[in-house]
């Protein structure tokens, strides 16, 4: 669906009213995942595996299923066996057949009356585990000799003499790599490692499951998807979509880790077994174990460049350890890492290995973060070596409509140049920095998603209206679609309330990820406001008794389209709805699409940071974010994706990391040891929203929630490495790790 | 589990000492809950001591201040007192926490609990503070670096309870300061710290000295080396390398995910340095204000 008009005059959208749910979440009546109940429900509690991988010889339940109060025990055998690779490997997360693949995996689950007798229930499961040796470090893992997580996983893509661990493999790329070399002033070549992260939202998993006796059931739980939730569980339990009506919850944060399932399952069958609503919650300590962190990432790449700051090739191999399954994140990566440039040569490769480390979920962008982190650190090695301003080389080489993007597209209107101009016009970019300061700078790309999209817009016989949308809000898309409804209809926001429907209630809409949901769901709901307007001109026409065609839409009314159409004064919709009863019956727009043209986004981040020569500690003292949003529909809304990206990166790249012990287990699986940045550490967030209209939404809306965690990485690394006088290439760069850099 | 508030420190001991199972005092209760939540600890009794007379009272006491071992750290940041006399002590018991585990939290319980990354017992082992100890045999006075043990562990007995903690008098040009290192700004465990307490002439020059270290071995430091070190001097250049050399030496920290022992090692002299830099023109700044009375 194509952009409107390029220059179109908004009313509402680009303003900034309060989100819906904003009033609900501040005096804490918003309904979270862990906030249902059912009457008789059961408390249902997980037992996991100490073990980083072991062979699970037996589970013996009965001692628990004596114990008073315990209504159900489930294992591994209570799951019927998938034949899709895909399912087997999401049932066989949820909870383990033969082998436990890593610390925390899940083996049994109780429900019980009470957390007490679940958590005695689960003391008393007795499993016999036959421990095997483990790996949980990616270049590890692919070392001849190294235990293997999963035999017979690898795809046909993979070369053969691979580590049976090596799962996925993927290569993009055009044009010749050693004639680009060749015409290079400079080549660098380096490796990089990157840990693995955890997306940190503050609500754990939690949710709701009730199987009536007639094979009925009802799943609430706190997700990003409802429809894949059903998609998965009901194939999981064995049972037709149908039977299976899923309710989103509230979402205490996701940030593309709650596109899958973990405990849903376990709740369905334990509710299944025990005839009982059963609720689970995960406990912090679960969350870190046994959801999906990011990736980890071991990384070469290298680069020439002439003298003047020209790219003439570059190349990748990305080794991805998206845990004790496969994972395509890699592919990703892969696409991502030189999307930034215009370049002739250009070759990526990307791998994932299995280790003993729970199964990847998305967080935003998955697999582009690390990618570019390495990119664009030898780019800046590059300016830095070459004397070489780090902007005027990016802006150099940046890619631009019509380049033969590195990952095979040939991109149309993209605001790379654009924003990478904003940055050098800001006076962020020539402040002045201090002694042990530096500065650091990084280009981010995201591809966008769009997707399959459903919504319905009821007209109130009142004049209000009420939109069905079936994305769950994750960064305040409610207002964003609310404003859209309103910028349509001509009514004020304030008169509309959208909703996040159960499964029950719409088609199927794809996962609220991909930065789908403004541009998507906006896009459906401005269709399906259309298409409720349609319906209103024909009421209007109807009544006037003229052609539809001759009725015009303007400012919430219906109006003659010209002098022709005769003189009427306007039909509100507020009148057309008071009426409809009389007219027709009720009046409602819908609209369903499989919607393409998401276009892609750009991000430019710049920090300045200080490093304490004496401690290596890094305070970041200035921080800038400067994204294309095409049309930033609620600008408070973009910009928190903008700033909430960057403090999610200062943590990636300062301090957050999965560490695991020589026995496989992970030692910091709570938010003590496991180190997001609070408040303090950090600056203000600045922001710049460009607005370069995407030629695939009628308002010319982007994406923006994945972009802005893409540069911080980078961008930081940057910084250290200036302010430090050491290239850094590890992440996170903790002080003992920038320290022992400083004293070489 | 059994939950108890006694009216009286005796009560406490008699209650602790009759106790077969597990017991624990209860003060502010943020390191015993959590540790309760997560599972780590069963205790069969629970003394609460916040309802004891005077319990919760700082009192001047021969030129010093007593402070009562249920006193919150957010109450003992606000006795001007204190601050005035022990700004590095201050310091020390103002980080601990957030805003919330400040309202609750306890110096006392800071020390009871035995961790070598406490924040404040460096500080207090600077200070030469004096622990009341009150248990079925009555009541006696322990310098606060005989408290420690180790990791999780005091040498008081299960019957013992710490009633008060005497902050001793100080002479004229004195200053302390505490300084840790965390990853972050907040809400985190020293990887290493140094607290500095010391004493000048009127020259300027340091006539008395002590340096602790936490987080750097099992149990908080007193470095004598490194109070040696400075004594004598006023700080110049190479007295603050040999007191950061010999917190270096006295240093026996463990590797583990919050630092290598050669980062914990080299930025505990780091921390010496700095602390005994603030200490230095805070003794010199208590001076100042004392000449202007
Ligand atoms: C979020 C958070 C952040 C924290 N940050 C820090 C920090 O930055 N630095 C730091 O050092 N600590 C920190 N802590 C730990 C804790 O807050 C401190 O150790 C605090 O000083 C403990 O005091 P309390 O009164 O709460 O002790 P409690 O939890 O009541 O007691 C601690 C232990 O000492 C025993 N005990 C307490 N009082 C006595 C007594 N009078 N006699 C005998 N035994 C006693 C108890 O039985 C228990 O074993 C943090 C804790 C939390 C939850």
Redesign the interface.
Known sequence: MALDQAKREFRQVGTRPNRPDGVDKVTGRAQYGADMTAPGMLTGAILRSPHAHARIVSIDTSAAEAIAGVRAVVTGVDFTPQEDNFLRDVQENCMARDKALYDGHAVAAVAATSPAIAKAALKAIKVVYEVLPHVTDVDAAVKPGAPIVQAGRALENVPAGMSENVTNACEFGHGDLDAGFAKADLVIERSFKTAATHQGYIEPHACLASFTADGKADLWCCTQGQFFVRTLCSAIIGMEASQLRVTPSEIGGGFGGKTTVFIEPVALALSKKSGRPVKIVMTRDEVFKATGPTVSSSMDVRIGMTKDGRITAGEANLRYSGGAFPCGTCDMGAQAAFAAYDVEAVRTYGWNALTNRPKEAAYRAPGAPQAIYAVESVVDELCQKLGLDPLAVRLKNAAHKGTLSSYGPTFNEIGLEATLEAAKAHPHYTAPLGPNQGRGLSCGFWFNFGGNTCVSLNINTDGTVGVTEGNPDIGGSRASISLMAAEELGIPYENIRTIVADTNSLGYNDVTDGSRVTFSVGLATIKAARDAIAKMKARAARFWGIDEEAVDWVDGAAVPAGPNAGKFPPLTLAEIAATSPQTGGPIAGHYEVNVDGAGVSFGVHLVDVEVDP????TKVLRYTVFQDAGKAVHPDYVEGQMQGGAVQGIGWA??EEY?YGADGRL??PGF??Y?I??A??LPNIETVILEIPNPGHPYGVRGVGETPIVPPLAAIANAVSRAAGVRLTELPM???RI??ALKG | MRYMTAQSASAAAMALAEEPGKSRVLAGGTDLLVQMKAGNLTVDLVVDIKHIPGIRDIVPEAGGFRIGAAVANAELREHAGVCQQWPGVIEAAGLIGSTQVQGRSTIAGNLCNGSPAADSVPALVAADAVVRVAGPDGTHDVPVLDIPAGPGKTTLNKAQIVTSILLPARPARSGDAYLR?I???????A?ASAAVNLTLDATGTVTAARVALGAVAPKVVLVEAAAKAIIGTKLEDAALSALAQACEAACNPID?????I??RT??AG?LARRAAKIAYDRAQGSANAGASK
């Open positions: 004496e401690t290596g500690a300062l301090n560490i030692q910091n003590l040891d180190r940045p609070v303090s550490d903790s002080p003992p320290l022992k | 290192f990853p972050r700004t907040e809400m985190d465990i990887v583990d995910k919050r630092g290598t050669a980062f080299s930025t780091v």
